[in-house]
């Protein structure tokens, strides 16, 4: 008996409780492929909407370390998928706005996956200040804007 209520709680087990702080500060230090597949699991423990938003992201940058064009691709098109269909849930939500913004100034024109950029960066440049992001989580997305914006022109 004991087995199998076990067996249906960690069926409904929805993952802990968000460490915001990690899965952010995380995902800014993340340097090789090992460190990004670490990142997924951390991402995969948690059950909050932001551990989906990196983790879409995370998805696509897979294809950074993958070596065979159609896996390139796979991982990108699932990370997009992922990474659009949270942005039809929560279209006001400013980190994932800016999550979309430094993946398509990243990705390749060829892949035609570029066209809210501006629309973007109006919205996080119009909303992060109003945001109940941490000081510092504020000022490492903007480092980071400002980086990206630097190193793509």
Known sequence: MQVLLLLFISTFNLGEPCNLEQIRSTFFSINNEA????YIALCDQYSCKESEFYKSVATMWKAE???????????????????????????????????????????????????????????????????????????KMLETMDFVYKTKR
């Open 35 to 38: 460190q990004l597949s670490e």
């Open 65 to 139: 370390y993958t070596y065979w064009p159609h896996q390139k691709y796979a991982y990108f098109i699932e990370g997009r998928d992922k990474l659009e269909e949270l942005i039809k849930k929560y279209p006001n939500n400013t980190e994932l706005r800016f999550l979309r913004y430094i993946v398509q100034v990243n990705t390749p024109r060829f892949l035609g996956y570029n066209s809210e950029i501006n629309n973007d960066l109006s919205h996080i440049n119009n909303n992060l200040e109003n945001e109940n992001y941490s000081s510092s989580h504020k000022d």
